[in-house]
Structures are given as structure tokens and as C-alpha cells.
């Protein structure tokens, strides 16, 4: 059957009829199998004609009514890393450029669509095709510059993140993208400006729920990100702790290293982030998430500290409204009345480094002093953060139920993990509290408020404190659990005498463990943290909670024998995740002692 559909099309002349060459056209487009070879020579055949028919106007078999049916045929074949080495070449690219702008018929730009299947399959290509032979980059970057057609942003978007993926290949494209100055750009005429004024655009088109306007904002975030995070490791930046020694550009760490070049991005990656709908019962999803993973890469110093938090008056330390309101032991809630003034694999591992970054506590905490006025004048990103982590945690995580329950990852969208997906948030929030004291200060207000409930265990809370702290102890969401441990750490002044006299060290005990605190703090050096409730009850420095007078004990034997296993497991528990050496289990202690029966 191959060989056949080859011939049909390679007999093909200037003399066939219009329904020869449809069907020869449909008969390629149709074929449920080719073989490489003939799926290569049909590819350049195929463009090869629509070359001499719509750009050098030579002989072909192909009429101009026929490109279109033939240019989505030429996408068809190019699903194959085979059939993108023939289209990643200089001549093919060049082509398919020249004829995204000759063939309109189809609501798709098929020929942009061919060039973003061959820059995805060949990696190769995508250094061709921003070269100087191509020069696709200038012409993907006028695109998105000029066009207002999601269609249009979408696919220049995709084409240049998937150009910008690799570092070590697209380095001087990099840095030609962020320093280069285009005529009538907004701005200062990079595309850093042509980014955010795009950004901007897809604004009211996402509140309507335009699908094809949600698929171009992913990818112009992805391409930001991908800008954010490679730019500072290829040029001189500017050092953002002084803790930070000078580091190569293979081992700089996100965050560590900005250029104010991108400064730029954070206007309307805020607006995306305060502004971004949910069309579903998930808060957090596309392309909220991508507009998170951005923003995670930008620094919370003094300069840009307004733009993150506005200026906030001094209810500002009221508790944001929660899902759970019938069990937060706060009210009141900050308004935001006011708007905000006009590869996956790659991603998680860049994440995991920044998050082991945020472990080791190099930021360095800035304490800006100055007035508060009556009115934020824009919106309050701390506030954002912890409302759009508390609703996300209430949607997975409904009630008191347990961190490592499967109901939970079965309300995880198909392909995603509640750690890939929440993680990022619960950095943002950590990154606030390290770079600026008055958000953490607030932050920490709002988990763990003057007047908490402390009668009953912390962890069994059906609020955003209770779900983190079980987040805290999850085996199944390793991530998780450590993100939650340095958000808290970082609110609780980085310090782990703090961190336990606010939470119990009981709930943090594993998580210090892993920071080589092995021993519980002594009662009387809690630091900041309360060690008595408003209404003057003693609280418990192991379990958070109210100090509550021993009573004698009196339980059967078969009692005692319950509370034993219970102990037993608990202290096995502790055991197998590291929270608890073996050498330190009292429970192994007497057994091997011979003390249990």
C-alpha cells in the first residue's frame, strides 16, 4: 500500500485535475502506517511543491487552492523525529516561515505548527531555526509583538520556549531576546515589555475562558520562565545575598542572581497572578501554575516590595477568609479592592534545587520602616498566596483527612502530583517570609494567630494549619512535606526554638531532625513564640496545645495494652522516617529489655 500512494503523488503533473491531486493529497493525509523513508520523501516532495507554488512561482504539481490541504498534510508527517531532521533545515525552516504568512485558509497556521513540531522533536533545529541563515527568533518575536490572534501568540510562543529550553545551546539567543531593542516595542522595546504587554492582552480573553487564549498565556509563561531562569546564569547579575559566594553559571541557584533587565516581568506576572480565574473547582491549575513558577524566580528585596506586597495598613494583620471559616479561630479578612496598576522534568528539578536552596536559609531578611497609609494602593501578593494555598489545600485535602490518603491523588488532574502542583505555591510563600520581615510577620499571623485554639491536637485541624502540619508528617508527598517544614521555619524567624514553641515540637520534631536539631527545646527558651494562651492556660512545648493537669491514670490492663500499641506504633512511625534513630526508640528499648509482654 506504500508504495503506491508514493506513486500517486510523484505522477502528479501540471495537467492532473483538482480531484487527482485531492485525492492523492487525502490518500497521504488518511494512511494509518509509512514507512520512514516514504514519509521523508513525501515530506519533501510535499514541500518542495508548495515552495514553487506560493514562493518562487515555478512549475508544481500543486495549485494554490491545494496548499492548504497540503501543508496540513506535510504537519501530519511531521509527527516523527525522522521527518523533523528533514524539516530542521536550513532550507525547509526558511520555507516554512515564508509560507506561515502565504497560507490563511485554515483557522491554524499549519506551517508555524510544522516549525514547532520539528523544534520539539529536534533539538538540533531549534539552533538552526534562530540562527542567522533562519533568523526565526526575529521573526517569531515580530509576531508576537504585532499580532493580537491567540492563534499567533500561542505558536510564536511555543516555538520560542522550546528555542530557549537549553541554556548551554541558546545562550547568545538569550541574551540577544533580553537585551536587544526593537522598533515600536512598548517599554524600553525588548521582549521583556513585548511579554508583559501580551501578558496583559490574554487578560480579559482568559476571564471569559477562552480556551485558545489559556493555551497561548501557558506558553508565553513557560517561555518567561525559561528567560527568568537562564538570563542570570549567562551574564553579570546582581548577587541578592551577601551570604552568596560567586558561583559559575552552571551552579547558580534560582533566585540567587537577578538582572534588573527582567525586572519588567513582575508588573504583569502579578496582575496574571492576582487576576487569574479558575474554571474549575481546583484553584490552582494552568496557567496559574506557570505563572507561580515565574514568579518564584524573581527576588523579594526592598526595591520591589510595594510592587509585591503594596503598602498595607495596620489591619493588614487580619486573617484572610478561609474555606474552612467555621473552624479558623480568627475573623476579619483584608480586602483586595483595589487592582494592580496597568520541558516538565526541566521545571520539577530546577524547582527541587531552589527548594533545597530555601533549606539552608541563605536569604538574607529585609526590614523596611516607613509610614502606613489608610489604603493599599495594590493588592497584597502575601494575602493572594496564602488564600489561593489555603483554598487549594481545602479542595484536595477536604476536612481532617490524612496527608497520605489515595482519595487525594485521585483529585490530582491526571498526570500531575499534589507535589508538583502545590509545592511552588508554599516556595512563593516561604520566599516572602525570608525576603521581607513585615510579610512574614503577617504571614505567620495568619497560620497561627494569638487567639488559637489550642484544646484540641493542632494537626487535627480542618483549616490550612492543621493540613500543612499533616502535610508535614506525609510519607507520599516527600516534597511537600519538606517545602511545608521551611515555610514554616522561615515564618518562625528561622529558628528552630521558635518553630517548636509555636507549633509543638512534636509536629515538627521529624522535620528538624532532617536540619540536625535532634533534641526538644527547653521550655523557657521559646524566643518570640507564646508559651500562654490570651487567657493566661500554660501551653505544652511538645504538642502545641493546652497544658492540661496529669490525672491518675486508671485503665484496665487490656487498656494499657491498647495505649502500648499505640505508642508502638507512633514511635515506629518516627523510626522509618528518620525522625527517630533506632538507638533512640523506647519502645525497641523495651522490647529488647523484655518489659513488654
Request: hydrophobic fraction near 35%; proline fraction near 7%; charged fraction near 20%.
Amino acid at each position: 500500500m506504500t508504495i503506491p500512494i508514493l506513486e500517486q503523488y510523484t505522477t502528479l503533473s501540471t495537467s492532473s485535475s483538482r480531484e487527482e491531486v485531492s485525492s492523492a493529497l487525502k490518500a497521504i493525509f488518511t494512511v494509518k502506517y509509512l514507512d520512514p523513508e516514504t514519509r521523508k520523501a513525501l515530506t519533501q516532495l510535499l514541500l518542495d511543491d508548495l515552495r514553487a507554488t506560493l514562493l518562487d512561482n515555478t512549475i508544481s504539481r500543486l495549485s494554490k487552492d491545494d496548499a492548504s490541504l497540503a501543508l496540513s498534510t506535510v504537519k501530519r508527517l511531521g509527527g516523527t523525529p525522522e521527518v523533523a531532521c528533514v524539516l530542521g533545515t536550513v532550507s525547509n525552516l526558511r520555507c516554512l516561515l515564508n509560507l506561515s504568512t502565504k497560507v490563511e485558509s485554515s483557522p491554524q497556521n499549519d506551517a508555524l505548527r510544522c516549525i514547532a513540531n520539528t523544534v520539539l522533536l529536534n533539538e538540533s533545529a531549534r539552533v538552526t531555526f534562530v540562527g542567522n541563515e533562519v533568523d526565526g527568533g526575529n521573526a517569531c518575536i515580530d509576531l508576537l509583538q504585532k499580532s493580537f490572534s491567540t492563534e499567533h501568540i500561542f505558536l510564536a510562543s511555543r516555538i520560542l520556549f522550546l528555542c530557549t529550553a537549553t541554556a548551554s545551546s541558546a545562550a547568545s539567543f538569550i541574551e540577544w531576546l533580553v537585551e536587544h531593542k526593537r522598533p515600536n516595542a512598548p517599554g524600553s522595546g525588548t521582549v521583556i515589555d513585548i511579554l508583559g504587554a501580551k501578558m496583559d492582552d490574554l487578560g480579559d480573553p482568559l476571564r471569559e475562558g477562552n480556551r485558545a487564549a489559556k493555551e497561548a498565556m501557558t506558553d508565553l509563561l513557560k517561555l518567561a520562565f525559561n528567560i527568568c531562569v537562564h538570563y542570570p546564569k549567562l551574564v553579570d547579575c546582581e548577587v541578592q545575598s551577601p551570604g552568596i559566594a560567586g558561583a559559575d553559571s552552571e551552579h547558580k541557584i534560582i533566585g540567587d542572581y537577578w538582572s534588573p533587565r527582567l525586572d519588567g516581568l513582575l508588573p504583569p506576572l502579578l496582575r496574571a497572578f492576582h487576576a487569574n480565574p479558575s474554571s474549575s473547582g481546583n484553584p490552582l491549575e494552568t496557567p496559574l501554575t506557570h505563572v507561580i513558577h515565574s514568579l518564584i524566580t524573581i527576588p523579594v528585596s526592598p526595591a520591589t516590595r510595594n510592587s509585591w506586597f503594596g503598602v498595607q495598613p495596620s489591619a493588614a494583620l487580619s486573617h484572610p477568609a478561609s474555606p474552612d471559616s467555621a473552624s479558623s479561630s480568627s475573623s476579619g479578612s483584608p480586602s483586595r479592592e483595589t487592582l494592580l496598576p496597568t520541558f516538565r522534568e526541566t521545571k520539577s528539578r530546577l524547582l527541587e534545587r531552589a527548594s533545597s536552596v530555601l533549606s539552608a536559609g541563605r536569604r538574607s531578611l529585609s526590614r523596611p520602616s516607613g509610614s502606613r497609609s489608610a489604603t493599599p494602593t495594590v493588592p497584597d501578593s502575601a494575602s493572594r498566596a496564602y488564600e489561593l494555598l489555603d483554598a487549594t489545600l481545602a479542595y484536595f485535602m477536604p476536612g481532617d483527612i490524612n496527608s497520605d490518603d489515595i482519595s487525594i491523588r485521585n483529585r490530582v488532574p491526571e498526570g500531575e502530583t499534589l507535589d508538583d502542583l502545590v509545592s511552588p505555591l508554599v516556595m512563593l510563600i516561604t520566599r516572602f517570609c525570608l525576603g521581607d520581615e513585615d510579610a512574614k510577620v503577617r504571614i505567620r499571623h495568619w497560620f497561627i494567630p494569638p487567639n488559637l485554639d489550642r484544646t484540641s491536637p493542632l494537626e487535627k485541624r480542618s483549616d490550612l494549619l492543621g493540613r500543612s502540619l499533616r502535610l508535614l508528617q506525609s510519607l507520599y508527598h516527600s516534597r511537600l512535606n519538606r517545602v511545608c517544614g521551611e515555610m514554616f521555619f522561615a515564618m518562625c524567624d528561622s529558628d528552630a526554638t521558635t518553630l517548636s514553641g509555636y507549633l509543638g515540637y512534636g509536629n515538627v520534631a521529624g522535620f528538624l531532625f532532617h536540619k540536625g536539631v535532634v533534641s526538644a527545646p527547653t521550655k523557657t527558651n521559646t524566643l518570640g513564640a507564646p508559651t500562654i494562651t490570651p487567657t493566661g492556660l500554660p501551653i505544652n512545648p511538645i504538642t502545641g496545645t493546652i497544658e492540661k493537669e496529669h490525672e491518675p491514670v486508671n485503665m484496665t490492663d487490656e487498656e494499657k495494652e491498647q495505649e502500648a500499641e499505640k505508642l508502638f506504633v507512633l514511635f515506629d512511625r518516627l523510626e522509618k522516617t528518620g525522625a527517630l534513630p533506632p538507638s533512640q526508640n523506647p519502645m525497641r528499648k523495651a522490647v529488647q529489655q523484655s518489659k513488654l509482654g
